[in-house]
């Protein structure tokens, strides 16, 4: 069995997701992981047994020699890092958001481009079990022709003066926040669902004043299959169930035979049109981060570095979702539809 020797880089909030999922690859072996901190770091190596530590990610390349490095740092960081790893000849597989702006991720992309290494951007709300049962469920024509998807977030994490603190503080700076944090995401599914977008119509709105982004959005897709999607999304606001981090809210997808609804404990139901509401069997449990998508994302990584294939988050595919993002903003300004470039 060909194994890989990977690196991690980062051992802030999202890294022990990615950490576990590599522990249970068996063919990767996480051989050091880097940050400033030993004592933030020691935890983590010795749940998820990683042998060695760096506080230098250069000299920790240059030491272990790994195949693959695991970028999972803020994304001001990623360009430098991209650089260094591609002269090396080193695979990468980078967190998101891929960078501070759409001009970085362009320079990210086109050097990775011009070095023989594969690169992945961690985009892994395509994984998430539901999302490619539904993507399945599309497929087969369950209810035929798709004209109309809705997906409607709130999450409470995000009101009063103690927002962000418990869990990404960093949240609370960022000039750009439901949309760049987390909206991209739902591009990526939503272009991963339907195709791809050609227009977007967005609202954003800040309704914390202790934050400098915004926490509310409302937008529009206009794909070019003649889809229409609506992402309805709120940090502010609260949920009414109790796991609002496992599926990140409701899901109503509507072709011209019926309805796909997605329920926020990962339940599925199909409503034929005249027909009642039936529950949909698939596998989804609540094991890793929403669903278990950071490992599938991970196993897709490792599958296509086996058998040569191409990433569906490569990088060329992902700077698609980030026009969308700038167009979002771009909308949102000028209160006026914005196509795609």
């Known amino acids: 069995m060909k194994t890989f020797k990977g690196v991690g880089i980062g051992a802030g909030y999202f890294s022990p997701f990615q950490y576990e999922a590599w522990q249970r690859m068996p063919e990767t072996q996480i051989t050091a992981m880097c940050n400033s901190k030993v004592d933030k770091a020691r935890p983590l190596m010795e749940k998820y047994d990683v042998p060695r530590h760096y506080t230098d990610w250069r000299e920790m390349i240059e030491q272990e ?16 890092m ?18 501070p702006s759409l001009e970085e991720a362009i320079e990210i992309v086109d050097y990775v481009k011009k070095k023989t290494i594969r690169f992945m951007v961690h985009e892994n709300w395509r994984f998430q079990p539901w999302h490619r049962e539904i993507k399945k ?8 022709d798709l004209h109309t998807m809705n997906f409607r977030k709130r999450m409470g994490d995000g009101w009063g003066n103690d927002a962000y603190l418990s869990r990404q503080p960093y949240f609370r700076d960022y000039p750009r926040l439901i949309v760049y944090e987390n909206g991209i995401h739902f591009i990526d599914t939503f272009r ?5 977008i050609k227009s977007v119509y967005a609202k954003l709105r ?21 889809v229409v999607g609506f992402w309805d999304a709120s940090r502010f606001n609260e949920p009414n169930y109790p796991h609002p981090r496992y599926t990140f809210g409701e899901f109503l997808v509507e072709g011209h035979e019926g309805a796909i609804r997605l329920y926020s404990d990962g339940r599925i139901t199909i409503q034929k ?9 698939y596998h989804h449990e609540m094991v890793n981060f929403s669903g278990d ?49």
């Open 192 to 196: 991963y669902l339907a195709g791809e």
């Open 206 to 226: 800040k309704m914390n004043p202790v934050i400098a982004g915004e926490d509310w959005a409302m937008v529009i897709f206009d794909f070019e299959d003649d």
């Open 82 to 99: 991209c650089r260094f790893i591609a002269d090396r000849g080193i695979d990468i597989v980078c967190q998101k958001p891929l960078a």
């Open 65 to 80: 020699k790994p195949d693959f490095v695991d970028i999972i740092t803020p994304p001001e960081t990623h360009l430098e």
């Open 293 to 341: 998508c950071v490992y599938f994302t991970q196993r897709h990584f490792i599958d296509c570095l086996l058998d040569g294939s191409e990433f569906e988050s490569n990088g060329t595919d992902y700077l698609r979702s980030l026009k969308v993002q700038e167009a979002i903003y771009s909308s949102a300004d000028s209160g006026l539809p914005v196509k795609i470039n």
């Open 273 to 281: 049109l005249g027909k009642s509401e039936e529950e949909h069997e």
């Open 137 to 144: 469920l599309l497929k087969d024509r369950v209810i035929g």
